[in-house]
């Protein structure tokens, strides 16, 4: 197995790609918190190849955040080839492809999950892709849904078609594309796909606590671990299930060390961008640090049009530390 492969598959945590929500700052948080591996958002092979000079922010990275990927959406394999030539000259430790976002917009292109419907065309994204990255020794790995619709759950069939043209690991959300995210994920799904592939396959889908992580490892029999939404507003959450793993410990991250998360937070988003795009990117990450928190309300609505960063800390300082 690829080195870098077996260094971010044993029993590892990841932060999965959120657009618009894991970028630099947040990636890093995370690592520091205890992920052992980060994701970019998802990057668009269009636009890499129209020069877009957004599309190639996507692509910055900082070595505080390796092992690190890079995750491209596209449909055709000669486009997403090239792309992954352009993103190999920035060095990332590995390259993800996307095919299990469900938006309307990317699924009409037909990209993201509307590729599982076509195994074939897949089948053809990987193999250019790893042929262009060859030289380069950069791994391929693929991120998939459980399938298009309830009637069409090929995820194991797809897995094997993604394994055959040479992927080197995947990654399971076991929901379909109608779904998008509501109701449970499936893991009895992502077990399948385990028992399926002889590569590296990492779970993901509704863990929230190191429960749940466990529960996941042990109903999939995964390899490594992928959490989205539960480390939003929740960074510590990488901390929290480190520490059960290692030691059966509780959760017990106080308020006064969760408050200290968020200031990180803060500076890593100052190190990043200017003040008002800084106070803006932490109004997106203020309903996840107020939720669930006596006064959380009152606090987003104070400071819900906010350009100034002292004050939505300020008032995240009073709401956990009382
Ligand atoms: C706001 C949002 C943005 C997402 N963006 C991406 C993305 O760019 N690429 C991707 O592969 N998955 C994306 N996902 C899916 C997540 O990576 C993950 O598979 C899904 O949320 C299930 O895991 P969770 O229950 O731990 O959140 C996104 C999900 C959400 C809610």
Redesign the pocket.
């Known amino acids: 197995m690829n080195q870098t492969i077996s260094k971010i598959s044993g029993n590892t945590l990841w932060l ?6 894991t970028d630099r700052a947040f990636r890093i948080l995370c690592r520091r918190a205890g992920a052992d591996v980060v994701v970019s ?2 990057v668009s092979a269009d636009g890499l190849l129209h020069d877009s000079r957004r599309t190639f922010e996507y692509l910055y990275f900082t070595g505080e955040e390796r092992p690190f990927g890079i ?1 491209l959406f596209g449909s055709d394999p000669a486009i997403m080839a090239r792309a992954a030539e352009i993103v190999a000259s920035v060095k990332p430790d590995f390259i993800d492809i ?1 095919f ?2 469900p938006v309307k917009k990317v699924v009409k292109r037909n990209a993201g999950s509307a590729l599982m419907r076509d195994p074939a065309l897949a089948a053809a994204i990987v193999s250019a892709m790893k042929r262009a990255l060859e030289p380069t020794g950069i791994p391929l790995t693929a ?1 998939i849904r459980s399938g298009w619709d309830a009637q069409s759950i090929n995820a194991v069939d797809f897995a094997r078609a993604l394994e055959d043209a040479g992927v080197d690991l995947i990654a399971v ?1 076991p929901r379909t594309r109608s779904q998008m ?1 509501a109701g449970r ?1 499936d893991w009895a799904v992502t077990a399948a796909v385990k028992r399926a592939v002889s590569i590296p396959v990492v779970g ?4 929230r606590s190191a429960s749940d992580a466990i529960a996941l490892k042990d109903q999939t029999g995964c390899d490594a671990i ?5 480390a939003l507003g929740s960074p510590w959450r990488f901390a929290e299930i480190r520490r059960f793993c290692l030691t059966g410990a509780p959760p017990t991250i106080t308020y006064v060390e969760k408050f200290d998360w968020i200031r990180q937070h803060v500076e890593l988003v100052r190190r990043f961008k200017n003040e008002t795009r800084a106070a803006i990117e932490m109004r997106i990450h203020l309903a996840g640090y107020t939720k669930g928190l006596s006064g959380g309300a009152a606090v987003r609505e104070r400071i819900q049009h906010s350009t100034v960063l002292e004050e939505i800390l300020g008032e995240l300082q009073r709401l956990y530390h009382g």
């Open positions: 999965a790609p959120l657009a618009g929500l958002e998802m995750q996307n299990g976002c991120k959300h995210y994920s993901n889908g509704d863990v992928m959490i989205g939404r539960g």
